[in-house]
Nanobody
């Protein structure tokens, strides 16, 4: 099982930027697909972006493409989500997640709150 600990959430004004981080431990890194998900009040948890730990291939949902950047630092075993041009509708709890490509289930962090004020 992969252990994940998020940090870096907070309150930011619309148009601003914020970076959330996720410390990753355990698992076989070369087999990991990493993701950021978010859950707004009253809504289901949804995918934001993914990255493969080994090759760095990325995917973004349409609503964040061009504004958010997912990356990982292999030396620090840390996953990042850089969020620019933030909008009030980006307000949510952001979750770091990891899935071994040989398995079907995700491991989850505890989440970090991101609030964008208008």
């Amino acid at each position: 099982q992969v252990q994940l600990v998020e940090s870096g959430g907070g309150l930011v004004q619309a148009g601003g930027s914020l970076r959330v981080s996720c410390a990753v431990s355990g698992g076989t890194f070369s087999s990991l697909l990493m993701g950021w998900f978010r859950q707004a009040p009253g809504k289901e948890r949804g995918l934001v972006a993914t990255i493969t730990w080994s090759g760095g291939g990325t995917y973004y949902v349409a609503s964040v493409k061009g504004r958010f950047t997912i990356s990982r630092d292999s030396a620090k075993n840390t996953l990042y989500l850089q969020m620019n041009s933030l909008k009030p509708e980006d307000t949510a709890v952001y979750y770091c997640a990891a899935r071994d490509l040989r398995k079907s289930e995700w491991d989850w962090g505890q989440g970090t709150q991101v609030t964008v004020s208008s």
